[in-house]
């Protein structure tokens, strides 16, 4: 995680004002969560947590169709589940998501192209989420590849939109778009893409312009009844680490490689389809 435009970073950040970040995901062409995208969001976290005059963060992406596709389970198991613990005793990955919950300053996701898996964790870490209308797909695609979810979707989900819809998100494994992400209340609001990023600066601007701590004091108040315990959360990464190497979730992964899993294309495109297809 830098600033600038440097290609290696997967995480570019904007200091738009001393109280106004945006962190853009960058890994071309799914933003892939990877162990070196994890790395960057980890030394954001920290840069978060010590910035006396930040007062909120959005965060989008660089690729026009996709926010973050969904974690690389493709990649190396050892390498990526190995990674030095965080602050809160957790995998790195968790570990950011919790803590920018807790944050003293205000988190908003802004949504355009596909965000499953450790994409909706993200969104789902975030302290307000808009989605674009046409262009945003929300999904939790593990139980269709036969693995828990790590990052806490059940905790989140069903605290946000109640338990029969978050079951039907994360045991159903399709794709949710934007006006049914919103009417679930999955996200804050869907809006028409055009108008997607000039609401979220807005809203963004607007926050940035008022007293520090009013915004961390408040949202304390609201991060209280409303998140999940660390504990909650670390069973759920332990049952995603202990199910994602089995051999029917390889068995189910290697089915979709040949398809197209991890590459662009239709696959990724209509990953909900093809979960519901590609195993009866």
Known sequence: ??????????????????????????????????????????????????????KVIVFDSALPDCFMAHYDVLGSIDES??????????????????????????????????????????????????????????????????????????????????????????????????????????VNRSLPDSDLDGFVDTLARRIASFDRHAISLTKSFVDGPSLPSIAELKTSWEAFTSSVALPEPQRRLATLVPLGLQQPGDLEARLGYYLGSSFT
């Open 81 to 186: 589940l190995g990674m030095p613990p965080g602050p809160t005793g957790m995998h790195p990955f968790p570990d950011f998501l919790i803590r920018l919950s807790r944050a003293p300053v205000a988190s908003i996701c802004s949504i355009r192209g596909r965000a499953t898996g450790s994409g909706s964790e993200l969104a789902l870490a975030c302290d307000m989420r808009f989605a674009s209308r046409e262009k945003a797909i929300l999904s939790h695609w593990e139980v269709g590849v036969g693995f828990a979810p790590g990052g806490g979707p059940m905790a989140r989900l069903s605290r946000l939109i109640g338990r029969g819809r978050a079951l039907e998100v994360v045991l159903g494994a399709d794709d949710i778009d934007g006006p049914t992400a919103e009417l679930y209340g999955y």
């Open 1 to 54: 995680m830098t600033d600038g435009n440097a290609s290696k970073n997967q995480v570019k950040i904007e200091r738009v004002t001393p109280a106004f970040w945006r962190a853009s995901l960058d890994n071309p062409p799914l933003n892939l969560t990877t162990p070196e995208m994890i790395r960057e969001l980890a030394a954001l976290i920290d840069a978060i947590e010590a910035d006396r005059a930040l």
